[in-house]
C-alpha cells in the first residue's frame, strides 16, 4: 500500500505487527497529564472515521479494566466482537465510544477483556496496554492524530 502527493515520492506503508494481529492502519496518541499512549489502527472504516474525527479531548470513564469516552463518530458494527484482547482497542456503536481494553471488565468470564456488547476492533496499543490501570475515572485525555 502507498501513499502519494502530487510532486512527492511515495511512501510505504509498512504493517506493524502486534501479536497475531496486522495492524496497516494510521497510529494515534492518547496523552494523558502524566503519559503518552500509541495506538496502531487497523484498515477499518470504523477507525478510519475515528481517526478523521481528531483531534478531540474528553473525560474518560473507567469499567473494571477498560477505559471508554464519547467520540463524535456515528458508526455501525463492523467485525463485532466481545472477547478481546488486553491492548486492543474498539468502538462501542450503542453508546458512540472509544474504548480500550487492558485487563478484565465486569462482565469477563474468563481471564480475557469483554465488552459489555459487542464492539469494532479498530487497533491495538502499541506497548504495555496494563499501564493504563494508572488512568482514573473522569482523567482529562486528548486523542491525536500522530
Known sequence: ??????????????????GSIVMTGNRILLKTPDKEFLIQLNDSATADAVYLALPLEAYVNVWGEEIYFEIPVHMKLEN???????GEVAYWPQGDAFCIFFGQ????????????????PIGMVVGEAESMKEIGDRTFIRLERA
Open 1 to 18: 500500500m502507498t501513499t502519494a502527493d502530487e510532486g512527492s515520492k511515495a511512501q510505504l506503508i509498512k504493517p506493524c505487527y502486534l
Open 80 to 86: 463485532g466482537k466481545k472477547v478481546m484482547e488486553v
Open 105 to 120: 471488565t465486569p462482565v469477563s468470564k474468563g481471564s480475557k477483556p469483554e465488552a459489555y456488547s459487542p464492539v469494532s
